[in-house]
């Protein structure tokens, strides 16, 4: 895939993710976080999905993670840098591009 050990990417994993996992359990329960990102089929986003397996993942044992959580862990990194990337410009507070990045587990203003 992308030549990264699992030892490299649970370390990018770690610094991509700077939520808890009771802060990310908390902020999906929050109406901005339901209304953000793309939805399925009008259904859940994405990105609120990804969060709820987030929870799963920091709350799992290293040993016990699988080559899927793996999967996950390496698409959380890789939607983090690319949003990241497009920051919009001024206050970000209350934008749908923060709420985004905090369903996959990220606070830009932690």
Known sequence: MSGR???EVHEEFGEAVNMTA???EKW???DESKDAG???DGGESVGHES????VQILRSRKADLSEDDEKHMRKVVGYVHRHLAQKPKGDVT???WRHSLMNWGHDPLK
């Open 94 to 96: 209350e934008t749908t």
């Open 51 to 54: 969060g709820r397996r987030i």
């Open 38 to 40: 793309q939805h399925k």
């Open 22 to 24: 009771a802060e990310l």
């Open 28 to 30: 999906l329960k929050t």
């Open 5 to 7: 050990s699992a030892e």
